[in-house]
């Protein structure tokens, strides 16, 4: 069996277009499917080349011939104050070495170059490391700030309460869980593709604004939300 390539030996480059199919593959046999449960190019290109914030930067690390050890991909991403002033960003996201070559600091080398490449367009980095992930952003020097909190809120509470009212009005008596036809809300494709072309005056202009108005008295960092990051978030995911 032949030594594995030392960690001096492996080339550190920005990720290009043609790694794409080992990129996907690397990151299969270390994170498994992902969250449509296949690494498919699809999925890959809508979250890294698709996103509105901007295409996803990304490093890889490579050996003398040629197979792929580590990739790391940060993702664009864009905040904003209550004024309006917007904060770029990015977000460490997908990162894979490869079994063979983990515990060579092949993890650190790439995150190091990359934040290397972005210092000077992104005025902060955030992440949501998992456990495995987690100790290695501590050793680097990484500062943990707790766990975020996840709510849902009604825009319109009224209307929802009226909604949920007449849901529960059409479920059979004695019925344990909803039956198919209690739910007759568009899905979040079909309401944005119904509201785009509505301009100013639409639904989804009014919900922006509102939101907008909002924020602008909460001093804390919110997303730049758009009409084009809505339906790129929540509209267009292959798969989900």
């Not at 955030?126 to 290695?136: D, I, K, Q, Y």
């Not at 309460?161 to 039956?179: C, E, N, T």
């Not at 072309?197 to 009014?206: D, M, V």
Request: glycine share 10%.
């Amino acid at each position: 069996m032949s030594a594995l390539p030392a960690p001096a030996e492996l080339t550190y480059r920005p990720l290009a277009e043609p790694d794409l199919p080992a990129v996907l593959d690397l990151l299969t046999v270390t994170l498994a499917g992902g969250p449509t449960g296949t690494r498919t190019a699809g999925f890959f290109t809508w979250k890294h080349r698709r996103n509105p914030f901007g295409a996803s930067p990304g490093m890889v690390a490579e050996t003398p011939d040629g197979r792929l050890a580590g990739v790391r991909l940060f993702l664009r991403w864009q905040w904003q104050r209550g004024d309006g002033t917007p904060v770029a960003a990015v977000r460490p996201v997908d990162t894979a070495t490869h079994p063979d070559f983990q515990g060579r600091g092949v993890f650190r080398r790439l995150t190091s170059d990359l934040l290397d490449q972005v210092t000077d367009e992104a005025a902060l980095v955030f992440n949501t490391p998992n456990g495995n992930s987690l100790p290695a952003y501590r050793k680097m020097g990484w500062q943990e700030l707790g766990r975020v909190p996840i709510a849902v809120r009604a825009v319109r509470p009224a209307a929802f309460a009226r909604g949920v009212r007449a849901a529960l009005a059409r479920r059979p008596a004695g019925a344990a869980r909803p039956v198919g036809d209690d739910c007759r809300l568009p899905t979040a494709a079909a309401w944005l593709d119904a509201h785009a072309g509505a301009g100013r005056h639409g639904p989804l202009a009014e919900l922006l604004r509102e939101r907008a108005a909002a924020d602008a008295v909460d001093h804390r960092l919110a997303v730049h939300r758009t009409p084009e990051y809505l339906r790129w978030r929540y509209g267009e995911a292959p798969g989900l």
